[in-house]
């Protein structure tokens, strides 16, 4: 039986406005699992295993909710401006060439973290337009590929490890400006904290079907 080979992104959409620089913290890299043995895979095999990580440069942390205003419909909208920047530098060649694989199976609207799934021959075609991509909604917006793998599970991994540290450090900003209880920062920051653990828990649920 033919398997078709998918190359999975996990992209993250930085907000300009709503952002501050975090150059004098420490690296951001988090350790990956080790891909796992499998001895009847060939060298492909092994290839799709390997999650594929962007150089390590300093990232902007939210001063507060990322406000991309995409609301429920925030994949929708992603796939849309992802179609549109790839039929204005690609034509519609380029669209029909990842039209069929191209899918955008998870959004998180509190850090912007995003799954994207494309086939792989195709998988840098798709990174190359999300360079383009500079206005989501009505929101200006830097777009980041955090990591690439040839599987789901590594890039939850990924995709887990990261989104925790951008809500850690999205608390420790607001505590660091002396938001307190009396003026409803702990509240939002317990909100905060729900809304990330249920991120996590629809992050965890996601698999290769989708």
């Known amino acids: 039986m033919v398997r078709f080979k998918n190359r ?29 043995h ?26 507060g ?4 205003g ?11 401006a992802v179609r549109g920047v ?17 899918r955008v ?13 494309i086939a792989r021959p195709y998988y840098r075609l798709i990174w190359s337009a999300l360079t383009f991509l500079t206005v989501l909604g009505s929101k200006s917006v ?18 887990i490890s990261y989104h925790r540290l951008v809500i850690g450090q999205l608390i420790a900003h ?3 400006d002396g938001v307190g209880l009396s003026n409803g920062g702990g509240v939002e920051n317990a909100n905060i904290i729900k809304e990330g653990d249920r991120e996590i828990e629809e992050m965890e649920r996601l698999n290769e079907s989708q």
């Open 65 to 68: 909710k990322p406000v991309l």
């Open 105 to 117: 199976i998870y959004h998180s609207p509190l850090t912007t973290l995003t799954f994207i799934r």
């Open 86 to 102: 790839i039929q204005d530098i690609f034509g519609d060649e380029g669209w029909a060439r990842v039209a069929s694989s191209f």
């Open 70 to 80: 995409l609301g429920d419909e925030g994949s929708q909208a992603i796939y849309k």
């Open 38 to 63: 499998r001895e009847e895979a060939d060298d492909s095999d092994s290839e799709d295993d390997e999650i594929l990580q962007t150089p390590t440069i300093p990232f902007l942390v939210p001063a």
């Open 8 to 36: 999975y992104l996990l992209v993250e959409f930085l907000v300009p406005s709503s952002f501050t620089s975090t150059l004098q913290t420490p690296s951001i890299s988090t350790p990956l699992p080790a891909p796992e």
């Open 142 to 159: 830097i777009p980041r590929v955090v990591g690439v793998s040839g599987t789901i599970r590594k890039l939850q991994n990924r995709g």
């Open 174 to 176: 607001i505590a660091q």
